[in-house]
Structure formats: C-alpha cells, structure tokens
C-alpha cells in the first residue's frame, strides 16, 4: 500500500510578510499551507478585498490551501466574558456565542480558499471544571454550520485548552464518534503538555486523523519548563510518530509549526525544520522531497 504524505506549512509562522513567506516556501519546494493570519490579520477577520489578495498570491507562487487554521473555541466557556489565555495568533478575544456567529463567515472561507478542513479548539483550560457539556454543544454547531458544505470540521489537540494530550483527544474521539468530525493531531502539543505521545491513544483516533501538525521542544528541568527545538531534538519521538502514520495509512499534510527562532530567526527555524523532518521520514519510507 503506497501511503502519501506531504509537507505542509503555516507561512505566519515566520514572522515576515505573507508574499515573502510563500516564495520562501516554494523555494524549498514546498506547494501547500494551512492558512491562518494573512500579515498579522487572523484569517476570521480578513475582508473580502483581502481574501481575493491572498488568493492572487497562493496563484503566483503555486500553493494550495490544506486546512483553514481557524481560531473557533479557543475561547473561555460558554457565559463567560472574552479573554486571551494563550496564543490566539492575530486572532480578536472573543466570547463563545461571537464564535458560534462566526462559523458560517470560517466555513465560506474555507470554500473560497478550496480547503476541505475548518479548526475548531476545546476551550481555555480551567482546571476541575466539567467541560464536556459545552464542547459537545461546540461541535454540534460546528457540525451544523458545515453540514452540506463539502468542508469537515476538525479539533485539534492544544496544551493551553482542555483537549492538549494524547489521552485527551483519544477520550474526545471515543466521545464524538460521527464520522463528520475529525482530528487534527499535533504531537508536539502533547509532549509541551508533559505527555509524550502514547501509542494505546493513538489507536483511538488514527482513522480520523485529517491533518497532523509538526512542533518540537525539549523539556529544561533547571528551568521548570520546555523550549522549542528543531523538530527532531526534542522530546517528541517523530522517528515513532511517522511510523505510527505509515503503518496506519495515514495521508495528507504534514504541517510544519515549529514555534522554533534560533536566535530570534523564524525563518531559519522553518528552514531547518523542514530539513529535519525530511531527514527523518526517509528511512521511515516517507518521501517528503
């Protein structure tokens, strides 16, 4: 069986102009991204004259759209007043109900920029409370804005909200079994979360993974905390992780958002993550040229 995967990447991640990032892209011989902040505006809150230049540069520099990396949920509960409790990436602190509003404005979005995935998040984490009754509101609504839509609705595991470990997002799979809703998975997160990747939780959610998100970091215990790294140095085991996906079928992106600036350099940090992964899906029979 030949399994695909590709390289995919987030250009905002670098922390220059979006043009510059998709000609650095393509230079490296990259052709997909998941679209999140266009220069600093998060993808929600482009405006229409916007989105028609943003789709002039994917056009010039030959990218296609893989997911649609949108902010939806990575908010406090339900009732509960607007705040930032992590990274939001450009995105405007907003309440749950602002968010519900704005799942038709993400899913046209993802139609206009041909992307089959829309992203979706668990909430702020608030150790002790009872969030399983407002996520599975979440993902109902989510579910009924892209009913029909030809976009899949997908949630991604995130440290700073309740879904962030490997054992979290195997219990969300076995919670929401429809087959409309799948995951993406990021490893990186979990191990940032003080859970490196179990294979028993893997098998839980691997025939729903959509896309699969690339970060490393190595945990400092003089600090008391992790710190990116080049994918591959970390404490992820991504020799294991590519396996997994292999071995599983997996095909599809592989996005690269390595959160990692040697030296306050974002852009050498990408370059050198996508060098390393390279590296390590070779022997793993995993063609990422």
Same mark, same amino acid.
């Given at each position: 069986?030949?399994?695909?995967?590709?390289?995919?990447?987030?250009?905002?991640?670098?922390?220059?102009?979006?043009?510059?990032?998709?000609? /650095?892209?393509?230079?490296?011989?990259?052709?997909?991204?998941?679209?999140?902040?266009?220069?600093?505006?998060?993808?929600?809150?482009?405006?229409?004259?916007?989105?028609?230049?943003?789709?002039?540069?994917?056009?010039?520099?030959?990218?296609?759209?893989?997911?649609?990396?949108?902010?939806?949920?990575?908010?406090?509960?339900?009732?509960? =007043?607007?705040?930032?409790?992590?990274?939001?990436?450009?995105?405007? $602190?907003? @309440?749950?109900?602002?968010?519900?509003?704005?799942?038709?404005?993400?899913?046209?979005?993802?139609?206009?920029?041909?992307?089959?995935?829309?992203?979706?998040?668990?909430?702020?984490?608030?150790?002790?409370?009872?969030?399983?009754?407002?996520?599975?509101?979440?993902? =109902?609504?989510?579910?009924?804005?892209?009913?029909?839509?030809?976009?899949?609705?997908?949630? =991604?595991?995130?440290?700073?909200?309740?879904?962030? @470990?490997?054992?979290?997002?195997?219990?969300?799979?076995?919670?929401?079994?429809?087959?409309?809703?799948?995951?993406?998975?990021?490893?990186?997160?979990?191990?940032?979360?003080?859970? $490196?990747?179990?294979?028993?939780?893997?098998?839980?959610?691997?025939?729903?993974?959509?896309?699969?998100?690339?970060?490393?970091?190595?945990?400092?215990?003089? /600090?008391?905390?992790?710190?990116?790294?080049?994918?591959?140095?970390?404490?992820?085991?991504?020799?294991?992780?590519?396996?997994?996906?292999?071995?599983?079928?997996? @095909?599809?992106?592989? @996005?690269?958002?390595?959160?990692?600036?040697?030296?306050?350099?974002?852009?050498?940090?990408?370059?050198?993550?996508?060098?390393?992964?390279?590296?390590?899906?070779? $022997?793993?029979?995993?063609?990422?040229?």
């Amino acid at each position: 069986m030949e399994v695909v995967m590709f390289l995919s990447y987030l250009p905002d991640e670098m922390k220059i102009d979006f043009e510059t990032a998709l000609r /650095l892209g393509a230079e490296w011989g990259l052709r997909a991204i998941d679209l999140r902040a266009v220069d600093g505006v998060n993808v929600i809150d482009l405006s229409d004259e916007q989105v028609e230049q943003t789709q002039r540069l994917l056009a010039r520099y030959g990218m296609r759209v893989t997911g649609l990396a949108t902010p939806f949920f990575k908010c406090t509960f339900p009732g509960q =007043e607007a705040d930032d409790q992590g990274h939001t990436h450009g995105a405007r $602190p907003l @309440t749950y109900a602002d968010h519900v509003a704005l799942l038709p404005r993400g899913v046209r979005l993802a139609q206009l920029f041909g992307a089959p995935y829309l992203r979706i998040f668990s909430f702020w984490r608030q150790e002790g409370a009872d969030f399983w009754p407002a996520l599975t509101a979440a993902v =109902e609504a989510t579910l009924d804005a892209t009913a029909g839509s030809g976009v899949i609705p997908c949630l =991604e595991n995130e440290g700073a909200c309740f879904i962030g @470990t490997s054992a979290e997002l195997a219990e969300a799979a076995q919670r929401f079994a429809d087959a409309r809703f799948q995951f993406i998975w990021d490893p990186g997160n979990s191990t940032h979360r003080g859970m $490196p990747p179990r294979a028993a939780d893997f098998a839980h959610f691997a025939g729903r993974i959509a896309q699969v998100h690339l970060k490393d970091s190595r945990y400092n215990p003089a /600090l008391g905390k992790s710190s990116a790294t080049v994918i591959g140095a970390g404490d992820t085991d991504y020799h294991a992780q590519l396996r997994w996906l292999h071995d599983t079928g997996y @095909t599809g992106a592989l @996005t690269l958002e390595p959160h990692y600036c040697p030296g306050g350099d974002c852009v050498e940090g990408m370059r050198q993550s996508i060098a390393a992964i390279r590296r390590i899906a070779e $022997p793993v029979g995993v063609d990422l040229s």
